[in-house]
């Protein structure tokens, strides 16, 4: 909180233009990223602290309020420093280093309402700002200000991951927003995602919003005040399933975007009852992953081989870059290869042995410009999976390069769920086909147990599929989650391609 308020109102805007608003040194660039919500239940309430480490404006209750110290839970480059810690702040901000403990009060004016500490700030460096509005998420309301608030929990949070999601090195630190409203309005709204990945890439989601008051909160971040970013938009209201993805270009280029929509987004009312339901989550493929601290004018990208595609690439230091960075990258979200397409009659032994074959290319025939037959006629998919707790989901999502094109579909139900040694999996699931995605629900599994799932396909789902002249090839992906974090998929994926 801060001014009392009046209120006033803007026109919605109408789209997010995905460059600098204004910008210093601009160590970080980026990019739009397929809108991928992490289902927060399960993740750990921010807490604030008590007595107040803000410096400068703030309280204990969750409005102008900083949390304690937070591990993050992996090192995360930002800028060329590494941190392991960082401060959650209520206001649409996360803070690095210790003893960076700036608040400050949310509000300047209230006609319109404007917000405090603009970017770039003296006080501000090394944050980030998902919304940088005034974000009071005190459960009672601080009072004030012409229509006082309240957040009441669960439904109106803020949450992070005291364990973060994923496996290394392939880890994701997640903060967010749920339904929290701007400082003395009603009628606002906020459901925001700050994700920190172990390869120093970060993402902004932005849930359904709304900001009748006409202020317009930074989104972006800050090194040092010369060394700064940030995003023009019209409306928060706008930014609705949306995200964007900020990448060091000396040490990730990223390449395109995922077709895929999400099976669910948020839903909000300006009454904090809120329901996620998982949905995918984008990351990254790095052509190299050095760690040396960029330069304000970059002219080299490290000489290092790429990487097979990981859902949160691993950096690998390297301080003798020699080639020219890509500058006009484009994102992919790219999970860990724990998966595999394999050939007919493939066993779940095959695959955790070792000796299941990889199967890259289907063929199809073309009669009347239309596809009557493809070789071969079945494939399984097959991936590994750790029980992150004895009731989880796992979501195979199947995407293609070609949305005019059909996905393979499921040969008649054909799940199953393996335990480790390829026995019965001892664990109660139900099973959800939709198109382009297979939904288990989990119950009764052992926490830390690895499970195997092996999926039939029917690669005949694409006959009668008409085709131009060239016929195209089209590329297959599939990708695991369990409870929304991609964990496996086949990292070659598969290309239908025309006989020749």
Known sequence: MSVRRSTAHVAAGLLLFLFAAMAGAATYSHVPATFSWIDPTGHTPVTWSNPSLCQGFGDTIGDDALSPLTNIGFTFQYGGTAYTQLYI?????????SGNTECGAGSTSDVPRVYGLPYPSGNLKNTMKIYGADQDASPNGSGGGGQPTTCPFPGCAMYFTATPLGIAPNRQFVVTWVAVPDWASTASFFNLQLILNENGTFVYQFGPSNNPDGGHADIGWQLASNDFDTITYTDISNLGNTAILFYNPLIITPTPTLTFTPTATPTATSTPTFTFTPSPTPT????????????NTPTNTPTNTPVVPTNT?????????????TNTPTNTPVPPANGQIAPTATTCSDFTAGTAGDLTMILYGIKNGKINNVAPGVL???????????????DVVETNSNSAFNLFGVQ?????LYSASCGSAGVTSTTTLTTGNVHIAVSGATAGATYIIGIKYDPGSVTGQSVGNPPPTIHYDWFTKVNGGVVATDPDGLDLKPKA
Not at 89 to 97: A, D, E, L, S
Not at 284 to 295: D, E, G, I, V
Not at 313 to 325: A, E, I
Not at 412 to 416: L, R, S
């Open 284 to 295: 990254l493929t790095p052509t190299n992953t050095p760690t040396n601290t960029p330069t």
């Open 89 to 97: 702040m209520t206001n649409g901000r996360v803070q690095f280093g």
């Open 380 to 394: 399984f998919y097959y991936s590994a999976v750790v029980a992150p707790s004895s009731s989880f989901t796992i």
């Open 313 to 325: 690439p691993t950096n690998t230091p390297t301080n003798t870059p020699t080639n020219t960075p």
């Open 412 to 416: 008649k139900g054909q799940v199953n």
